[in-house]
């Protein structure tokens, strides 16, 4: 049980373009979705936190209007980073919170974002 | 001063001996704290969660907290090969979000 995925896990694209990442809860909902990134020997970096049905909060640094996160539904969310430059290539990695007396949260196998 | 600070590496340990890896933390209400490993390239994996202070054991593995000292650490008896990772350390702040450690790397020769 307790089973995240990620798509795509990995994705190359071109300077300027936008990319959608989606991260789904596959046999529980998430009341809370946490986006992280992640650069080459460093620790994770906790990017934004999604809540089902309300705006993303972001952690200080994070331009909200290039990292856009939409939390549709209880089981998925979507990370986009628009206009991607270089300097955006890293490994964002998403966590699904069930709550309901867990403080566990639940990682995905991370997506690997490469811009040419 | 890092709200979640653990031990420098990378530590290198003989294959069969005990690791030890160590944590502190800045917040006193902290209630949770988890042990991940990392494989180089994936995403990290849940080892251990522990809520009280003292020990707790699984498998091979231990993790000790002591909130009055404001650490936690993990120990690896029997290390294997395929314990060679990065052990993050992380501590819950609120509702499932936690802050992690910058972690640290183990490496076990055979």
């Known amino acids: ?116 | 001063q890092k709200e979640v600070e653990q031990n420098s590496g990378p530590l290198s340990v003989p294959e069969g001996a005990i690791a030890s890896l160590n944590c502190t933390y800045s917040d006193r209400v902290s209630q949770s704290f988890f042990w991940y490993r990392q494989y180089s390239g994936k995403s990290p994996e849940l080892i251990m969660s522990i809520y009280s202070n003292g020990d707790k054991e699984d498998g091979r593995f231990t993790a000790q907290l002591n909130k009055a000292s404001q650490y936690v650490s993990l120990l690896i008896r029997d290390s294997q090969p395929s314990d060679s990772a990065t052990y993050l350390c992380a501590v819950d702040t609120n509702a499932g979000k936690s802050t992690f450690g910058d972690g640290t790397t183990l490496t076990v020769k055979p």
């Open chain 1, 1 to 116: 049980g307790a089973v995240v995925s990620q798509h795509p896990s990995w994705v190359i694209c071109k300077s300027g373009t936008s990319v959608k990442i989606e991260c789904r809860s596959l046999d529980f909902q998430a009341t809370t979705m946490f986006w992280y990134r992640q650069f080459p020997k460093q620790s994770l970096m906790l990017m934004a936190t999604s809540n089902e049905g309300s705006k993303a909060t972001y952690e200080q640094g994070v331009e909200k209007d290039k990292f856009l996160i939409n939390h549709a539904s209880l089981t998925l969310s979507t990370l986009t980073v628009t206009s991607a430059h270089p300097e955006d290539s890293s490994f964002y990695i998403c966590s699904a919170y069930p709550g309901q007396g867990t403080d566990t949260q639940y990682f995905g196998p991370g997506t690997r974002l490469t811009v040419l």
